[in-house]
C-alpha cells in the first residue's frame, strides 16, 4: 500500500500503522536496517524501521523515541539477528507455538 505492508509504522503527526489505505502492489518485501529513528521514502512519507508486530499501539514521537534508542541497545549488546525474518518461525510443536506470543505486551 503505497510501497508499505499495513502493518509498517509511518510517522504523520503519530507513529501508528500505514494500513490499507493507497495503491496495494504485490512483489517483494524488503527488509531495512538503519540507525536512524525514521527515514523517508521517495515521496517524502517518513517510516519507522518497526512494525506492529514488534508493538501494537499508536505512539506520539516523544513516546516513539525511548523505544527505538531501547531497541538499538539491545541490538547493539547481543546482535542484529533480532532483526533477521529468519530468527523466527511458528512452530505447533514449541512449547509457545507464536513467537510473538513470548512479548510482553507494551
Not at 509504522?9 to 529513528?37: I, M, P, Q, W
Amino acid at each position: 500500500y503505497n510501497g508499505f505492508t499495513p502493518d509498517h509504522y509511518v510517522f504523520n503527526d503519530a507513529v501508528k500503522v500505514h494500513g490499507y489505505s493507497g495503491v496495494a502492489r504485490n512483489g517483494t518485501v524488503y527488509t531495512l536496517a538503519t540507525e536512524c529513528d525514521a527515514a523517508l521514502n521517495t515521496d517524502g512519507v517518513a517510516f519507522t524501521p518497526i512494525s506492529a508486530t514488534f508493538c501494537q499501539h499508536d505512539m506520539t514521537w516523544s513516546s516513539y523515541l525511548p523505544v527505538s534508542a531501547s531497541i538499538r541497545r539491545v541490538a547493539t549488546r547481543t546482535g542484529n539477528f533480532w532483526f533477521d525474518t529468519a530468527s523466527y518461525h511458528d512452530n505447533a510443536s514449541a512449547a509457545v507455538p507464536r513467537w510473538q506470543d513470548e512479548l510482553p505486551a507494551l
